[in-house]
């Protein structure tokens, strides 16, 4: 049983704070990897929920490594997101409070995995060119980092 089943097993669908890493990956053309997401059809950026015993940016290696098949290597802080706007309810009725810690990252190693359980495909884009159906939940990111706002971001 994992960390989010354990923990749901003790406190039903109520409220609980959950981490969540994940990252904007470059490659060597500047265009960055999007994952049209098995769980409801949109792009976003890979990442998820933290396990216990890691740290964020081991969560964000690890996300990124299971939904796309690439090993990342050196990260840089993007932002850090938390507060009653970042508060959710999903479609089974699960609660929570996330605080979402988001990296940028150029480096990394590995081939890329086209679909998997987690992902309906995944492909680089310009950012110029993003496609259409983004997350909504990834919004604020892909507009904090096309602003001008001082980075890290702390929102």
Not at 71 to 96: M, P, R
Not at 129 to 142: E, G, N, Q, R, V
């Amino acid at each position: 049983m994992d960390y989010i089943e354990h923990l749901r097993s003790m406190v039903g669908k109520e409220k609980v704070i959950m981490v969540v890493a994940g990252a904007f990956v470059f490659d060597s053309n500047n265009r960055l990897l999007l994952q049209l997401r098995s769980d409801n059809e949109t792009w976003g950026l890979p990442g998820g929920f933290m396990e216990l015993g890691e740290s964020v940016q081991e969560t964000a290696r690890r996300e990124v490594l299971e939904e796309t098949g690439l090993q990342l290597g050196e990260l840089g802080l993007f932002g850090i997101y938390s507060g009653a706007d970042y508060d959710k309810t999903f479609s089974n009725g699960d609660q929570v409070a996330m605080l979402q810690v988001i990296f940028t990252c150029k480096d990394f190693k590995g081939e890329l995995i086209q679909t998997n359980e987690e992902s309906l495909k995944n492909e680089f884009y310009f950012i110029d060119a993003l496609p259409d159906k983004l997350f909504t939940d990834h919004k604020i990111f892909f507009d904090d980092f096309l602003s001008d706002k001082e980075k890290p971001i702390i929102a």
